[in-house]
């Protein structure tokens, strides 16, 4: 197996009560495509957030690899500080300038770089920080819900780029069906802990509850030994 692009482990943060990510793990190797899925406030953005070294975990051993460049499409981007959003996608490109056609992009994506910042739409935004991102043509991308605010014509149209594209991915989204497409490996956030497969999202469920209920039947097990236990406390015989 090719080595991985990106990789953390022994990931936890805590901000301040119980851990929200503890012993979290994630491993990006080339040509990804990774759907990260965990209930609300699970913590996948923040995981995403770490992962992209935009933020910094209690612990973690984070490698990327030396050669290997990152862009990161926050859940909210933030357009302060630019007047346009030209300006706003210039600042995302590497040092050797675009290595795609950005007119290009704007078209397709539907974005215009003479737009002010200062008053976007919800869809208007996300289509300027996605051309960001494209710009740079990164090795990795991580995209967290890059279908909000977007219509269907403009969801099969970014569908189709990142299923071209030979960047490795890593999607958030409460898409399904746009996971589904996309999405080879799934990695599951759940209290604090992360599992993977590597099938797409469309097998998640299906997995999920076979995890969940094998922790109940491990529980039930767990219960009946203790109750057990309990009565050899009580009555000095042994129920085992
Ligand atoms: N900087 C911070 N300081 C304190 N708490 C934070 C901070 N960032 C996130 N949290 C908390 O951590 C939890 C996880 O947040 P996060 O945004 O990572 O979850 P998420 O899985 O992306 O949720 P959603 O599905 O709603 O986007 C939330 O309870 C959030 O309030
Ligand atoms: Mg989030």
């Not at 302060?80 to 300006?87: D, L, P, Q, R, V």
């Not at 008053?119 to 740079?136: C, Q």
């Not at 589904?180 to 097998?203: A, M, P, Y």
Request: aromatic share 6%; charged share 30%.
């Amino acid at each position: 197996m090719a080595p991985a692009l990106l990789t953390i482990e022994n990931l936890r943060l805590s901000f301040g009560g119980e851990a929200l990510l503890d012993d979290a793990r994630l491993v990006i190797g080339p040509r990804a495509r990774i759907a990260l899925v965990g209930r609300n406030g699970s913590g996948k953005s923040t995981l995403l957030k770490i992962a992209g070294g935009l933020f910094e975990a209690d612990r973690a051993n984070r490698f990327v690899d030396p050669s290997a460049t990152i862009a990161y499409l926050p859940q909210e981007p933030d357009f302060s500080g630019f007047e346009t959003i030209g300006a706003y996608v210039e600042a995302g490109l590497p040092p050797t300038g675009a290595t795609t056609q950005l007119a290009r992009l704007y078209a397709d994506l539907g974005a215009d770089p003479e737009a002010k910042c200062g008053n976007l739409s919800g869809g208007e935004a996300r289509r300027a920080a996605l051309v960001r991102i494209f710009a740079s043509d990164p090795d990795i991308m991580l995209l967290d819900e890059p279908t909000n605010h977007l219509d269907l014509p403009a969801i099969v149209a970014l569908e189709e780029r990142l299923s071209a594209s030979r960047a490795a991915i890593v999607l958030i989204s409460h898409d399904r069906r746009f996971l589904q497409n996309l999405s080879r490996t799934t990695v599951w956030l759940d209290r604090g802990k992360t599992r993977r497969i590597e099938r797409g999202f469309i097998e998640f469920e299906s997995w999920r509850d076979e995890i969940l209920a094998d922790e109940d039947r491990e529980q039930h097990k767990l219960g009946r030994r203790i109750a057990a236990e309990e009565d050899w406390l009580r009555y000095g015989v042994t129920a085992r």
